[in-house]
């Protein structure tokens, strides 16, 4: 073979291998579009997850698990939160995302989570960089970081705010699993944004809205002939103040139940007599459980870090610092 033709042929080769290694990312962007949701951001290990975008189209995407924990937590935390506060979330959202995997046999996640065009829609392009260089931070300073429990992942429940103080898990769910779930008083959490709200319903709109657990009352006289203010009655409140049963007619109901139905902010409710129909006026956002973000935030700009955040909420829970995400992930 004379050395044109060998050169030749050596370069043929190289060419050949360039677009073996570059064509599984040149087919990516053809198929998804230069944004491809995260897809292999940063070239660590990646994950299984279901999305249903906008238009309603169900997507299963294999996504960078540094890069999907860094959307989930711009989802559910505010950009203005301090560091530690997002430090807190990025734990709670990876212990919970980690037991959620544990018991799935598909290795497939469902949380909700923000693309980078998304953020950049969200936050303005001008502030892009450095909210994501700040919620880039809070997880890989945390990386590898679990709440643990009994050598397993812990339930790490988490909401908006409180009304003053966060439940007991026994009380709600009726279990003694989860005795590092209990009361917390959070005074802070009276000064949220939002925190009072107050809604007035149609009692049609209610029994409508209801219906699922007002089978039993469709065809008694008491659910033809609807329903008034009489019919509303708060039977037993647990110690943090949430409602625990109601009464709706003949029905008896839980707190959670009604609050579901009517897109309550919290379960913390309470009943006024409007002419335009039932007035219920809640207190916090959420259902009350776990960490409270508001005052994660409030201790975090008290200079409490991330540990005494979560040691807080989580008392008797320990921080496995040496979890192996990748194993938990399916890798």
Same mark, same amino acid.
């Given at each position: 073979?004379?050395?044109?033709?060998?050169?030749?042929?050596?370069? /043929?080769?190289?060419?050949?291998?360039?677009?073996?290694?570059?064509?599984?990312?040149? #087919?990516?962007?053809?198929?998804?579009?230069?944004?491809?949701?995260?897809? /292999?951001?940063?070239?660590?290990?990646?994950?299984?997850?279901?999305?249903?975008?906008?238009?309603?189209?169900?997507?299963?995407?294999?996504?960078?698990?540094?890069?999907?924990?860094?959307?989930?937590?711009?989802?559910?935390?505010?950009?203005?939160?301090?560091?530690?506060?997002?430090?807190?979330?990025?734990?709670? *959202?990876?212990?919970? *995302?980690?037991?959620?995997?544990?018991?799935?046999?598909?290795?497939?996640?469902?949380?909700?989570?923000? $693309?980078?065009?998304?953020?950049?829609?969200?936050?303005?392009?001008?502030?892009?960089?450095?909210? *994501?260089?700040?919620?880039?931070?809070? #997880?890989?300073?945390?990386?590898?970081? #679990?709440?643990?429990?009994?050598?397993?992942?812990?339930?790490?429940?988490?909401?908006?705010?409180?009304?003053?103080?966060?439940?007991?898990?026994?009380?709600?769910?009726?279990?003694?699993?989860?005795?590092?779930?209990?009361?917390?008083?959070?005074?802070?959490?009276?000064?949220?944004?939002?925190?009072?709200? #107050?809604?007035?319903?149609?009692?049609?709109?209610?029994?409508?809205?209801?219906?699922?657990?007002?089978?039993?009352?469709? /065809?008694?006289?008491?659910?033809?002939?609807?329903?008034?203010?009489?019919?509303?009655?708060?039977?037993?409140?647990?110690?943090?103040?949430?409602?625990?049963?109601?009464?709706?007619?003949?029905?008896?109901?839980?707190?959670?139940?009604?609050?579901?139905?009517?897109?309550?902010?919290?379960?913390?409710?309470?009943?006024?007599?409007?002419?335009?129909?039932?007035?219920?006026? $809640?207190?916090?956002?959420?259902?009350?459980?776990?960490?409270?973000?508001?005052?994660?935030?409030?201790?975090?700009?008290?200079?409490?870090?991330?540990?005494?955040?979560?040691?807080?909420?989580?008392?008797?829970?320990?921080? /496995?610092?040496?979890?192996?995400?990748?194993?938990?992930?399916?890798?």
């Amino acid at each position: 073979m004379s050395f044109y033709s060998a050169k030749k042929k050596i370069k /043929n080769i190289a060419a050949f291998l360039i677009i073996l290694i570059f064509l599984p990312y040149v #087919v990516s962007i053809f198929v998804n579009g230069k944004d491809v949701n995260l897809q /292999n951001g940063s070239g660590h290990f990646t994950i299984k997850v279901a999305r249903t975008d906008p238009d309603g189209t169900e997507l299963d995407l294999d996504l960078d698990w540094e890069e999907y924990l860094i959307g989930v937590l711009a989802y559910e935390m505010p950009e203005s939160y301090e560091l530690e506060a997002l430090k807190a979330q990025a734990v709670v *959202l990876r212990t919970s *995302l980690c037991r959620e995997l544990a018991e799935n046999e598909e290795k497939t996640a469902t949380e909700k989570y923000l $693309t980078h065009a998304e953020m950049k829609r969200k936050w303005g392009a001008v502030n892009f960089d450095t909210y *994501l260089k700040k919620y880039t931070k809070a #997880v890989e300073d945390t990386e590898g970081t #679990v709440v643990w429990y009994n050598e397993a992942c812990a339930w790490t429940p988490y909401h908006q705010s409180s009304n003053g103080e966060t439940r007991n898990a026994s009380e709600v769910l009726g279990t003694e699993d989860y005795p590092y779930i209990c009361k917390r008083e959070c005074p802070l959490d009276k000064a949220a944004e939002d925190e009072i709200q #107050v809604t007035v319903f149609d009692y049609q709109e209610i029994q409508q809205l209801c219906r699922d657990f007002l089978v039993a009352e469709e /065809n008694s006289e008491s659910a033809e002939k609807g329903y008034n203010f009489a019919d509303f009655e708060i039977l037993e409140m647990d110690s943090s103040g949430y409602v625990r049963q109601m009464r709706m007619g003949d029905t008896v109901c839980t707190g959670d139940q009604f609050r579901d139905a009517l897109s309550l902010s919290s379960s913390a409710f309470s009943f006024y007599e409007s002419i335009k129909g039932l007035k219920i006026t $809640t207190i916090g956002k959420g259902h009350g459980l776990g960490m409270s973000q508001w005052t994660a935030n409030e201790m975090a700009k008290e200079k409490k870090n991330y540990e005494e955040i979560l040691q807080f909420f989580f008392e008797g829970t320990t921080l /496995n610092k040496e979890f192996d995400e990748k194993e938990a992930t399916g890798n």
